[in-house]
């Protein structure tokens, strides 16, 4: 019995220390493996019109960027290019931009259908709400200059969350042609600033405390849709608790009201940030969906 206890305690220190070995060598961050873009330009590298008054160095905790202050436009191109581009604006509540689960992660989705993909890892608005749309719209002339070497004539934009609002944003403040997206896709969107609705921290982030009212209604993306706002694909979960899907709602109706083409897609559980979640219990049927729909701009 003794040499048994003694085998045991053996086995026991053997195995402790095998524990602590992997321990002490495990990385300490995860290792993600995104597609590579194959394309990636800095956007505004003489200097951006505007400022988000961030300083320090940009934070990249492998799968999202935090303290964005160097904006930077990655592309995924397709080998047979269908006529469309799509512009994607991850989200992160406007102080984060998870611009590989939400950017990159879909991808070769895209790209396998013939759709131009780029992700836009835009500048942080730290209150100064103009930034991150600049920094689309810079994107959106960049894309644009290339369009024939990448094969695209229709431009559209999508976001999720906080990046739901910045492409709803772009969707309803442009002011030139060709910064008006041919087509709209919105997951989980934060698209009013209505207190009673909204995502607390992406107000926060964008306006600041205690905004003006008007400056609210401006941003309440619902209140600014128009008859040349572009058709809109969106998706919400009723159990969402981060995001209401009165968001998505309220903006539906809106466009139905003003006669603007629009798909609403509200499954009954996922919560919130399933855009590139594999075991979305709806994935197949959004991805299926989302599929016709693009097609239906093709030409």
């Known amino acids: 019995m003794n040499s048994f206890k003694k085998v045991l305690c053996a086995l026991a220190v053997l195995l402790l220390g095998t524990v602590l070995t992997l321990a002490q060598n495990s990385p300490q961050t995860p290792v993600y493996n995104f597609p590579k873009p194959d394309v990636m330009f800095n956007l505004w590298p003489d200097g951006a019109p505007t400022d988000n008054g961030l300083t320090g160095e940009e934070k990249d905790y492998g799968n999202h960027v935090s303290n964005v202050t160097k904006p930077t436009l990655a592309v995924f191109l397709p080998e047979k290019p269908n006529g469309l581009a799509v512009l994607i604006c991850p989200g992160g509540g406007y102080v984060d931009v998870w611009d590989r689960t939400e950017g990159y992660a879909n991808a070769k989705w895209y790209t396998d259908r013939g759709i131009v993909y780029a992700v836009v890892k835009y500048r942080l608005p730290n209150t100064h709400y103009e930034v991150p749309l600049d920094d689309v719209h810079e994107a959106m002339r960049v894309l644009w200059a290339h369009a024939d070497e990448y094969g695209f004539t229709k431009l559209g934009i999508g976001g999720c969350s906080a990046g739901g609002h910045l492409a ?118 959004w991805l299926t969906d989302l599929g016709v729909w693009l097609e239906s701009f093709v030409e």
């Open 168 to 285: 709803s944003t772009a969707a309803t403040h442009f002011s030139k042609p060709e910064e008006r997206p041919a087509f709209q896709i919105l997951f989980y969107p934060v698209i009013s600033l209505d207190p009673a609705i909204t995502h607390a921290g992406s107000s926060h982030y964008l306006l600041g405390d205690n905004p003006p009212k008007a400056l609210l209604e401006t941003y309440s993306n619902e209140k600014q849709v128009t008859g040349d706002t572009p058709p809109a694909f969106i998706m919400a979960n009723s159990d969402d608790r981060v995001v209401p899907c009165e968001n998505s709602i309220r903006y539906y109706e809106a466009l139905r009201a003003h006669r603007v083409p629009a798909a609403l897609h509200i499954y009954p559980v996922g919560g919130h940030g399933w855009a590139d979640h594999l075991d979305f219990p709806y994935r197949e049927a």
